[in-house]
């Protein structure tokens, strides 16, 4: 498109998040993910007439957690607020919510971009109810699950400080991560515990006010965010640059056209008609409180990653994968001091580990002390990269001691070169075709014989020593 | 028997213990007395002569047990909007026809568990949106004392059964004087709480922020009874606090050295002169027994009642949109081809006139553009009339007034919205300020009503409020 590199796309994310408690926000129900439809539900959270909400501790402090996780100022007193529209999802016909005073303001999160770290602004964290599915039937039409009505929520509202599909990518993983290390939310994005919005916008660059944004929804995926957001940018952009004006509406992702659609204009958008609710106490937050929470909280993901970087010089980049699960950064760091290879087990995880299936099971899986003798093994040469690939996927099925097995089977690496030239001699009498492709200046072709002469060595030869000594005999031909 | 449904809770209750009659005989001897006089009144929505009989069985098991709570026994009416587990609960509208809670009010609970006997449920206002009951989507209930007036409302059921002996005592709900003027016109004692002191926890909300159940009661240590019953923390409803104490231990205390205010602003109200005159006179009794009048001012109440208004209708306007004719109570017949389509047509067809009036004047001032104007005024004004009273009370100890400008209307009368409105302007402050008020009957009107005034006492001030109007029941 001609003109996008005149325009700066700039967008704030709106993240709900269900919180993990046992049970609903204002009443004693339980929020398993997957009961039978209306099976958990009671008077208060179906809404029946004269009842009355009581406030979940537990969700307080799941939302305070969240928000010093998140760098924000906790509010001292809060309070809930009713937002009134009337959808059948909805018993009360109202959300009981925090609008004028919300729990947590004013917080940060730190983002790695390809030019550095970037801290994304938050403006608010409050807490809210759930409402309940709808599900569309051929059979018997529209059928409502209470299941998820009164479900806690927190709602994290982002300044627009994101600039790209990437960034806003780059915020919601590190949210997530976050969210997890603290302990507040199972942040599914398949079972909707984790649900992102998009206002975007743009503006030509070097422009200070913000353009007209729209909101985008149903966006079920970070890979149909990314989508979402690359349309919306070039389609406001064309909007602009045909000479039109950006309406302020909410726009539905289409995932099978990847495009977006209006919903509703703003001029049509429910006014809510909020006040305080009046049959919830204002919330308050102790300092003592706050200390409390404070005191448990884990180290987060920022903080191990340049401890890794500084510790093992583990690059930041890798440092953001590998603190992703808190799981697996709890066992790397039982792991990494036991060897003398660090950076190795770092990378073992990194290209091994992370793509076998259910990889965070690890710590379930290999106890570090395993871990670090293949570590240090692998990073003095013992063993060669392709015995030690082996065996890792050899531990992953049962947690075997990687030094006995390769004192069992004699998996140490050859570096004798004597030895590994009778491979290379070997390999290359078995590949005349190799050798013909070799001499006529395709010298790819040594590659085939160096795999050959590798397997020969039962690919005990270390690999550097035998492609030397490929060269050195194919020259002497 | 007819003549023993006269005498007080207390006296019943020591009747029971005493083995002069059981408590089936007892409740047996009220069903009786509805069946007979309940159709010229119609206090009555619901009554099931088998559900109130077995519970007064398990009241006289629970007698012959010894140590039963001092309402064991006692058959009640309960105003139809609180609810009652497995018993029709309508709030007298079409709205929840044939709704039947799966729950029990905590305050009816409590005074289930103590042993006591529901005779059935009472007739109200809509929603207790209204002052004469006249708002029922189901029946006109009469005033007992004259059958051609309306019993006040929207308590009406309540306090017409109480003053029919048709129930020893009545729960009511008192959002803007529903407990207070009921109990004038019919001749009871009635007590809007302090706000907290009694569970909301199923009572149907209309305005959370202002509302109470309260006792209506023949005499004064009746409602301290009933209400020491009903009172006290309900992990059910945040909003609750703790018991204030005893409030039957300085009944009979008498006035001597109580400051008695009067505010200044009275002799200008809107108040018949028979009305003023009848505090007037109270006002003298209770100084003959040794308590002192105050001049006070209370300036702000005249901006009351459109406060009151504004905040209680904007709260409905939330509260009653749950009706929406998905989950419960009345679902339009007609073929709906929208959801929409299926709130409005629902929602056309089960409120009456006056609770669609206050929704739309609720959601009105609650909408963007006149929240500030209305809602937020509202709260502002609200806040002077606390301030008013917090002022007052520094130079008294209770506030004496009227309950109601004037006796109970006719059935029937033609009345602007707006008058009837202003008839709440002497209760809307309790209300607003979340203190205590008792309504107790004062001297008889010349045709013979009753006229009630009105003792308004601090924050948990219950105590001071039984007190002094015990010491002028004695010399009434």
């Known amino acids: 498109m001609k003109y996008i590199n005149d325009y700066e796309l700039c967008a704030g994310l709106e993240v709900h998040v269900e919180l993990k408690t046992k049970t609903k926000i204002f009443c004693s129900c339980k929020t398993d993910f997957g009961a039978e439809p209306n099976t958990q539900v009671c008077p208060v959270c179906l809404g029946h007439p004269g009842t009355l909400p009581t406030l979940n501790e ?110 806003a990518v780059a915020y919601l993983r590190e949210l997530r991560s976050i969210l997890l290390y603290a302990g507040v939310s199972d942040c599914k994005m398949n079972e909707g515990s984790l649900r992102c919005d998009v206002n975007l916008s743009v503006r030509k660059k070097g422009v200070a006010e913000m353009g007209t944004r729209c909101e985008l929804k149903n966006l079920n995926s970070f890979k149909f965010i990314e989508k979402a957001m690359e349309y919306e940018y070039r389609r406001q952009i064309e909007v602009l640059e045909g000479g039109g004006e950006i309406v302020q509406e909410t726009r539905r992702f289409d995932e099978s056209s990847g495009k977006t659609f209006s919903m509703r204009k703003k001029e049509k958008q429910s006014d809510y008609r909020f006040f305080p609710e ?19 909280l884990p180290v987060l993901p920022k ?8 510790s093992y010089g583990i690059p930041i980049s890798d440092g953001v994968i590998l603190t992703q699960d808190r799981k ?65 996927r050899r531990m992953w099925k049962s947690d075997i001691d990687p030094e006995k097995v390769v004192a069992d089977e004699g998996l140490a690496q050859i570096r004798d070169r004597e030895t590994i030239r009778t491979f290379v001699k070997s390999a290359i009498e078995a590949m005349p075709k190799a050798v013909e492709d070799y001499k006529k200046g395709k010298e790819t072709a040594s590659r085939s014989i160096v795999g050959k002469a590798m397997g020969l060595s039962s690919g005990k030869a270390a690999p550097d020593i035998v492609a030397l000594l490929v060269e050195e005999e194919l020259l002497k031909l | 028997m007819k003549k023993i449904l006269e005498r ?145 409302g929207s308590s009406g059921g309540s306090a017409a059964a109480v003053s029919a002996n048709t129930a020893a005592f009545a729960l009511g709900s008192d959002t803007g004087g529903s407990v207070r003027c009921p109990a004038a016109y019919c001749g009871c004692v009635g007590l809007k709480p ?99 009048i105050v001049d006070i001012s209370l300036p702000s109440l005249e901006l009351a009642t459109a406060a009151y208004y504004i905040i209680s209708s904007a709260e409905a306007s939330s509260c009653l949109a749950r009706y929406d004719g998905v989950r419960f109570g009345h679902r339009t017949k007609k073929e709906c081809q929208t959801v929409e389509e299926l709130f409005r047509e629902s929602r056309s067809e089960g409120f009456g006139k006056e609770v669609k009036r206050r929704i739309l004047l609720g959601t009105f001032v609650l909408s963007e553009g006149s ?54 302007k002497f209760c809307v402050g309790a209300n607003l300020a979340g203190i205590p008020a008792l309504s107790v009957p004062c001297k008889k009107s010349a045709e013979g009503l009753p006229v009630g005034m009105q003792l308004t006492a601090p924050f948990g001030g219950e105590n001071i409020l039984y007190r002094v109007a015990r010491a002028y029941e004695v010399i009434r």
């Not at chain 1, 049959?279 to 929470?293: G, H, N, P, Y």
């Not at chain 1, 580990?353 to 003798?373: G, H, Q, V």
């Not at chain 2, 200008?268 to 027994?289: G, Q, V």
């Open chain 2, 194 to 292: 302090t706000y907290g002191a009694v569970s909301r926890y199923g009572l149907i909300a209309f305005s959370p922020s202002l509302e109470q159940i309260g006792p209506l009661t023949r005499t004064v240590r009746d409602n301290a009874l009933v209400f020491e019953a009903i009172s006290g923390k309900d992990p059910k409803d945040p909003t609750t606090k703790d018991r204030i104490g005893d409030t039957l231990a300085g009944l009979e205390s008498g006035v001597k050295g109580v400051r008695i205010g009067i505010a200044r602003e009275l002799a200008d109200s809107n108040a018949s002169a028979e009305t003023k005159e009848a505090i007037f006179s109270a006002a003298r009794a209770l100084e003959k027994e040794g308590a002192t």
């Open chain 1, 303 to 310: 903080e191990r990653r340049e401890k890794y970087c500084e």
């Open chain 2, 8 to 152: 007080s809770v207390i006296e019943k209750a020591r009747d029971l213990r005493a083995g002069e009659y059981s408590a089936v005989e007892l409740t047996a001897a009220y069903l009786d007395n509805i069946e007979e006089c309940d159709e010229k009144i119609g206090a009555y929505l619901f009554c099931d002569r088998k559900l109130s009989l077995d519970m007064a069985k398990r009241a006289d098991d629970m007698l012959k047990g010894g140590d039963a709570p001092l309402l064991c026994g006692i058959p009640f009416g309960v105003k139809d909007n609180i609810c009652t587990a497995g018993i029709p609960t309508t709030a007298a509208s079409k709205m929840l026809e044939g709704y039947i809670p799966p729950y029990s009010a905590t305050a009816y609970e409590r005074l289930e568990r103590a042993g006591a006997v529901l005779l059935g449920k009472t007739n109200m206002d809509e929603f207790g949106m209204g002052s004469s009951t006249e708002n029922s989507a189901y029946k006109i209930t009469k005033n007992p004392n004259d059958l051609r007036r309306t019993p006040g």
């Open chain 1, 58 to 167: 537990r969700a307080v402090e799941y939302a305070l957690r969240a928000g010093l996780c998140l760098n924000c100022r906790i509010s001292e007193l809060s309070g809930f607020d009713r937002k009134n529209y009337f959808y059948p999802d909805l018993p009360k016909a109202y959300q009981i919510s925090q609008y004028e005073k919300p729990i947590c303001e004013g917080g940060f999160l730190s983002i790695e971009t390809e030019s550095g770290e970037k801290k994304i602004g938050i403006t608010r964290i409050h807490m809210e109810e759930d409402a309940g599915k709808l599900l569309h039937t051929k059979e018997r039409g529209t059928l409502i699950d209470y299941n998820r009505a009164g479900v806690p929520l927190i709602e994290i509202v982002s300044e627009p400080d994101i600039r790209s599909p990437e960034e």
């Open chain 1, 278 to 296: 009046p049959d919830l106490l204002r919330v308050e937050i102790s300092e003592k409180m706050i200390a409390e929470v404070r005191s448990s």
């Open chain 1, 328 to 392: 697996i950064a709890d066992w790397f760091e039982k792991a990494a001091p036991l060897t003398r290879y660090p950076k190795t087990c770092a990378n073992m995880i990194l290209s091994e580990i992370m793509a076998f299936d259910e990889s965070e099971s690890l710590p379930e899986r290999i106890s570090p002390e395993n871990m670090a003798s293949l570590c240090d093994m692998a990073g003095d040469g013992t063993i060669n990269s392709a015995v030690a690939k082996k065996l890792i």
């Open chain 2, 371 to 424: 929240y500030d104007d209305y809602y937020k005024n509202a709260t502002r004004v609200r806040g002077l009339v606390k301030r008013d009273y917090d002022c007052a009370f520094k130079s008294c100890d209770v506030i004496l007034s009227p309950v109601c400008p004037d006796k109970a209307p006719f059935i029937g009368e033609e009345k602007d919205p707006v008058d009837v409105y202003l008839m709440d």
